[in-house]
T-cell receptor, first 112, second 113 residues
């Protein structure tokens, strides 16, 4: 079946440092979505990437979709304490129906 | 507020018991998904319903079952509960548009003692 991996599992950064999490799928994806889950909260949709090589920005967050549509990354510039949480990627493969397969997530801690 | 309502918020029960978790999707959303999140773990897909019909099944145990009713709310039934079933159970809904995102409820925290 389809598998989605993420690295690193944990990341501790000093406030102001950059942060990147990487997502890799075992199969080619139709699209990839990113979600953020604050401690004690529920996952919240951040963004969706559909096209090969697509790059999207949301303020300090930059999202990329690989050329082969099997990997993606999320980069945060100059982290802030409000960035704390777990970031999940979720891949959608049409061959597996409208079923999102989530990666295990990267938990980000930001030290003030 | 995502518009997805889950009840109850917390549930504490004993091993061997049976519980029902309820989810009301966002207005107009036909798809409902159930996920299990154990402590510090990722989101494990359990099952998906679309307009009352089961659409996809993930790693859902035989002791677990779900259904979606004509009013589109969904229930997840967990029986013969074991300690390892303790987890946060999320319901999510999405509309019928291709590529539309998931909207998660606040979850039900189940503790089996």
């Amino acid at each position: 079946g389809q598998q989605v991996m993420q690295i690193p599992q944990y990341q501790h950064v000093q406030e102001g440092e950059d942060f990147t999490t990487y997502c890799n799928s075992s199969t080619t994806l139709s699209n990839i979505q990113w979600y953020k889950q604050r401690p004690g909260g529920h996952p919240v949709f951040l963004i969706q990437l559909v096209k090969s090589g697509e790059v999207k920005k949301q303020k300090r967050l930059t999202f990329q979709f690989g050329e082969a549509k099997k990997n993606s990354s999320l980069h945060i510039t100059a982290t802030q304490t409000t960035d704390v949480g777990t970031y999940f990627c979720a891949g959608l493969n049409d061959n597996y129906g409208q079923n999102f397969v989530f990666g295990p997530g990267t938990r980000l801690s930001v030290l003030p | 507020d995502s518009g997805v309502t889950q009840t109850p918020k917390h549930l504490i029960t004993a091993t061997g018991q049976r519980v029902t978790l309820r989810c009301s999707p966002r207005s107009g959303d036909l798809s409902v998904y159930w996920y299990q999140q154990s402590l510090d773990q990722g989101l494990q897909f359990l099952i998906q319903y679309y307009n009352g019909e089961e659409r996809a099944k993930g790693n859902i145990l035989e002791r677990f079952s779900a259904q979606q009713f004509p009013d589109l709310h969904s229930e997840l039934n967990l029986s013969s509960l074991e300690l390892g079933d303790s987890a946060l159970y999320f319901c999510a809904s999405r509309d019928s548009s291709y590529n539309s995102p998931l909207h998660f409820g606040n979850g039900t925290r189940l503790t089996v003692t």
